[in-house]
């Protein structure tokens, strides 16, 4: 009995002195945790050189800009303009910001292997996009460029996606645009759900039917998913340190709680296209995720994959068409030469014939309009801005030193704006500028790097631009778009392509034959 009290007394003593010792060593483990938190974060904030009194520095961290520009764009066009090399320094951003086209030809083309997407962004956008083409740089880049570029490039999947476009058009956006003749209604919301629906034939094969004539809201639960996760990555951005969102995001506060569980959702989604595929086949289908499937196994990277060309694909188109029929509405000079020219190329024009749709050969045409579109892209780009990150020093061609490890941006949607870039009429609406003796005469890359430019172009281009036009020669043959408020310059919410706040309300009217 004694034996067996001592040896409980013994063994109480052991768990006492084990517990006291996990308590110390946690305590000390806590301490350091926290102490070198703050160590990281003052170095973080002295390396973000918070102390900068320079008048920019100052403008930006007060947000004084917004008293006489709408958008933060808009501010750093003014700033750029007024650069004598037409490039700016964010200090407290550690961010180069240049609208000088030699600087957009050294950054994509010249030096582009000292100029990757970088960590900073990959990690930003990695809960989203993963591995996907958009987020990587090196061989792994390499290798979704090659394989998307096979696929992208062939006449097969072109006119796959040139046959989905037309389906949407004549089922959906024709009869939708019919019902709600006379009234008013959000062309941003109908464009946003008519290149959601394009994008899902096109990259899963499924069909979300967004674009329904009761307009369902939400447009669907995947859709809803996808926009707040593209939305709440891209906020992440807006963060003066990226330590907040990245603490949030390890105690699920917030909205890193709301985008953990958006990302979920998407997750969940393609996981069950890619399980649909491997039950029922996949070898004769045309769609992206079947065609990659033939190639890859690894089921999260196909997801990666095709969750990237859905972003590109989506947000681009639409935001693309709202800021050409805000520009139309505008310049109704511009609509009645794109109908001229729809009368010359088509034969038998008719706006009550709702069959009639203009083909891919006759659309090659049409270089007015290809004119207006691309115009219509140089002073509203989808994408405003792009970044690299510096990955060893080097001197831009106006002289500007870029240490290691720097931000480095150029911005599309201010060099639409430069006058000694586009010239005086640089703020004009003037298709005509790309036109030679009545053809399209495409421009520099550098100067124009709506789509990217070098290595990295854009290669959905051509498919984008087509199904644009699609959308433009449908809306523009039958109907009357009056834009709600014409003198209303378009004001951006914050996300990772250019998405008009508040939509744009238009009144639609059918056309008389």
């Given at each position: 009995m004694n034996h067996s009290i001592s040896n409980l007394s013994s063994s109480s003593s052991s768990s006492l002195w084990f517990n006291s010792t996990c308590t110390i060593f946690s305590f000390i483990f806590f301490t350091f945790t926290f102490?070198?938190?703050?160590?990281?974060?003052?170095?973080?904030?002295?390396?973000?050189?918070?102390?900068?009194?320079?008048?920019?520095?100052?403008?930006?961290?007060?947000?004084?800009w917004s008293k006489d520009f709408n958008n933060l764009c808009d501010w750093y066009t003014h700033l750029l303009s007024k650069s004598p090399t037409g490039t700016i320094h964010i200090h407290i951003l550690g961010n180069i910001i240049t609208a000088d086209p030699k600087n957009v030809e050294h950054i994509l083309k010249t030096k582009f292997e000292n100029y990757p997407k970088g960590k900073p962004f990959s990690i930003l956008l990695g809960d989203l996009l993963g591995k996907g083409i958009f987020n990587v740089d090196g061989d792994s880049w390499k290798f979704q460029r090659k394989m998307a570029s096979l696929e992208l490039g062939s006449v097969s999947i072109r006119m796959h996606a040139f046959n989905?476009?037309?389906?949407?058009?004549?089922?959906?956006?024709?009869?939708?645009?019919?019902?709600?003749?006379?009234?008013?209604?959000?062309?941003?919301?109908?464009?946003?759900?008519?290149?959601?629906?394009?994008?899902?034939?096109?990259?899963?094969?499924?069909?979300?039917?967004?674009?329904?004539?009761?307009?369902?809201?939400?447009?669907?639960?995947?859709?809803?998913?996808?926009?707040?996760?593209?939305?709440?990555?891209?906020?992440?951005?807006?963060?003066?340190?990226s330590l907040i969102w990245k603490v949030k995001r390890v105690l699920n506060l917030g909205s890193e709680k709301e985008l953990k569980s958006a990302i979920k959702m998407v997750d969940q989604f393609a996981q069950r296209m890619i399980n649909q595929r491997r039950e029922l086949g996949f070898s004769d289908k045309s769609d992206l995720l079947s065609r990659f499937m033939t190639m890859i196994d690894d089921d999260k990277y196909l997801r990666d994959i095709v969750v990237s060309f859905l972003l590109a694909g989506r947000d681009t188109v639409a935001s693309g068409l709202t800021s050409f029929f805000w520009l139309l509405s505008q310049n109704p000079k511009v609509e009645?030469?794109?109908?001229?020219?729809?009368?010359?190329?088509?034969?038998?024009?008719?706006?009550?014939?709702?069959?009639?749709?203009?083909?891919?050969d006759q659309m090659r045409e049409m270089h007015y309009l290809h004119a207006a579109l691309c115009e219509s892209l140089r002073l509203f780009p989808p994408v405003q801005f792009d970044?690299?990150?510096a990955q060893h020093d080097d001197v831009l061609p106006d002289f500007t030193f870029v240490r290691k490890g720097t931000r480095v941006t150029y911005h599309p949607y201010a060099m639409g704006r430069m006058e000694r870039v586009w010239g005086p009429d640089c703020l004009e609406f003037k298709p005509e500028r790309w036109l030679k003796n009545?053809?399209?005469?495409?421009?520099?890359?550098?100067?124009?790097?709506?789509?990217?430019?070098?290595?990295?172009?854009?290669?959905?281009?051509?498919?984008?631009?087509?199904?644009?036009?699609?959308?433009?020669?449908?809306?523009?043959?039958?109907?009357?778009?009056?834009?709600a408020d014409p003198?209303?310059?378009?004001?951006?919410?914050?996300?990772?392509?250019?998405?008009?706040?508040?939509?744009?309300?238009?009144?639609?009217?059918r056309r008389k034959a």
């Open positions: 102490s070198f938190s703050l160590f990281s974060l003052s170095i973080f904030i002295l390396r973000l050189k918070l102390w900068c009194k320079c008048s920019t520095c100052q403008t930006f961290l007060t947000s004084s989905i476009v037309k389906s949407e058009i004549q089922t959906r956006l024709i009869p939708l645009l019919n019902s709600v003749s006379g009234q008013v209604l959000d062309l941003q919301d109908v464009f946003r759900r008519f290149s959601f629906d394009n994008i899902c034939k096109f990259s899963f094969g499924f069909d979300p039917s967004c674009l329904e004539l009761s307009l369902p809201m939400p447009a669907s639960e995947f859709a809803e998913a996808f926009d707040l996760a593209s939305k709440l990555s891209a906020q992440r951005g807006l963060s003066p340190s009645f030469a794109i109908r001229d020219e729809l009368e010359k190329v088509t034969a038998g024009f008719s706006p009550s014939d709702d069959q009639d749709f203009v083909m891919f970044s690299k990150f009545g053809r399209y005469v495409p421009e520099n890359p550098y100067k124009y790097p709506v789509f990217q430019a070098g290595l990295r172009v854009c290669l959905g281009k051509e498919m984008a631009l087509v199904e644009m036009k699609c959308v433009a020669l449908a809306i523009i043959k039958r109907f009357n778009i009056q834009v003198n209303q310059a378009p004001k951006f919410a914050p996300g990772l392509t250019a998405t008009v706040r508040g939509g744009l309300p238009v009144l639609v009217q």
